[in-house]
Nanobody, 119 residues
Framework: QVQLVESGGGLAQPGGSLRLSCAAS????????MGWYRQAPGKERELVAL?????STNYGGSVEGRFTISRDNAKVYLQMNSLKPEDTAVYYC???????????????WGQGTQVTVSS
């Protein structure tokens, strides 16, 4: 019903930059919050950045000041600057989607994209 497709992951050197993109498609009536989470090996999935439909933004503590989230309707982007080795993780796009005007919004996840920060 709803697909989230991520792109832009890869290898970056410490101090470098990467830009992630995510596009939502399918039977979408509305999207509430949309953003990014990440999961490193052996760790729990954590919030990176989230942007509501009203424009408010929430960042995880370890990325604030280095990462910037932006959104254009059903697309969300994550500009990652000043990357550190500890940013290495699989990054997942998440969207809170209502399929019609009567349905409760539920979370959909992308398949994940690997980000590796290493010299």
């Amino acid at each position: 019903q709803v697909q989230l497709v991520e792109s832009g992951g890869g290898l970056a050197q410490p101090g470098g930059s990467l830009r992630l993109s995510c596009a939502a498609s399918g039977s979408i009536f509305s999207i509430n919050a949309m953003g990014w989470y990440r999961q490193a090996p052996g760790k729990e999935r954590e919030l990176v950045a989230l942007k509501s439909s009203g424009g408010s933004t929430n960042y995880g503590g370890s990325v604030e000041g280095r990462f910037t989230i932006s959104r254009d309707n059903a697309k969300v982007y994550l500009q990652m600057n000043s990357l550190k080795p500890e940013d290495t993780a699989v990054y997942y796009c998440k969207a809170n989607v209502a399929l019609n005007r009567w349905s409760i919004a539920v979370d959909y996840w992308g398949q994940g994209t690997q980000v590796t920060v290493s010299s």
